[in-house]
């Protein structure tokens, strides 16, 4: 007769150990790339996702989005929307290359002009009479 702590001590050496997943190794926010599209996830809080779509960006429906090894995302509605944590979900949404490269040159002309403004060098320059030099680097 095999003893019950005889017979669960084989039994927890038959089982195969889990892989253990390191914590910096997992990627919950993936997602495919799509050819003339720039995606990001945009967290859905207050009116975040509405501003978005307001700009252009539309939501990315029926993609596979997150590590496999952490489970599957979940869907409300039609938008791909994993858990980032703290009981806050993302959104999957893109936008035409072409309209993303627009907004980025909007913002890029203006941070140019205020370090223009900031890197002035003499009165002549200066719009309110200040002088000075900063240098960025």
Request: proline share 6%.
């Amino acid at each position: 007769m095999v003893d019950a702590k005889q017979s669960n001590e084989s039994a927890k050496t038959d089982r195969k150990p889990r892989k253990r997943v390191p914590l910096g190794s997992r990627n919950i926010l993936t997602a495919p790339k799509k050819s003339g599209f720039v995606r990001r996830f945009v967290n859905d809080k207050g009116d975040r996702i509405q501003t978005f779509k307001d700009a252009g960006w539309t939501p990315v429906e029926d993609t596979p989005v997150g590590d496999p090894k952490i489970g599957r995302a979940s869907s409300m509605g039609s938008m791909t929307n994993p858990s980032v944590g703290d009981g806050q979900r993302a959104v999957l949404m893109e936008i035409p290359e072409e309209y993303y490269q627009e907004d980025y040159a909007a913002a890029q002309a203006e941070i140019t002009a205020v370090e223009r403004e900031i890197q002035r060098k003499s009165k002549t320059e200066a719009r309110d009479g200040l002088s000075g030099e900063v240098k960025i680097s």
